[in-house]
């Protein structure tokens, strides 16, 4: 697959998602150092492919006056090189840049037409989560990349543990209220979205990483009424031995839960 071909497989990938809104693609000429898909709609976006750099990253902005206003924000970027990447990779590339555009909450309700679990609905995976926290933690995307590539399947709990963790924190300390404001709703949309691996990154890992009362009841502050009482409940549980629940007490299921979590932890060394 040589590039143009690579490049409009990804571009299609979009297309889809941006057509259906209504979107409209404008007329951008290639350039030697660059390759370029321009959208234009409610805001603007374009794909731009690097050539040199071997780099493609999904871009916005906002519309001024029926033109983008070029005050341009990356919120994806992928390493494709042609002769080495093939048409695979550019499919993964387009349907995440597709999936940046839709969010998280879409994306969940799209997952759950497609297929449902036993229990009647669809429940988002830590691999899941991983991507989506990309969007704020870009330094992730070569992490996840590198566990794809490395391992049979993906360590959910020890990679949020070991590679969301330590980002996660640095990202939250040193944003302001509008931002945390924003991964609040996230983190709510995903909590809903995943399933019960997800939910105990969110509150377990995550959440309980944080050190700052402040910090944490901002990160809260989206939360639905029931998920602030379970991240509250499992706040209060660290530095804790959480003890398995008895059988005869399935109300308090999350306890036995939580208490896999500290286990698969220990596996790896985390006490």
Known sequence: MNITEAFNTIAGKVEEVLFARGYTKQSVADTSDEMTALYTGEVAYSIVYYIEKKRIVLRTC?????????????IATWLFDADVDGAKEADNIGRDFAETILGPKQIAAQQRKKAKKENGEQANDPLFFANRMIAYLPELRDEVAFEKAHYESFRGITFADEKILPLFVSYVNSQ?????????KTLSELYDAGDLDVKGIITYILLNGIEDDEKFEALTGQFSKEQKKIAKAVRNLRGKNIKPEKPKKPKKYVADRLNDLAERREQYGKK
């Open 62 to 74: 906002s519309m001024v006056e029926d033109e983008p206003d070029n005050s341009w924000k990356t």
């Open 176 to 184: 302001g209220a509008k931002n945390l404001e924003k991964l609040s």
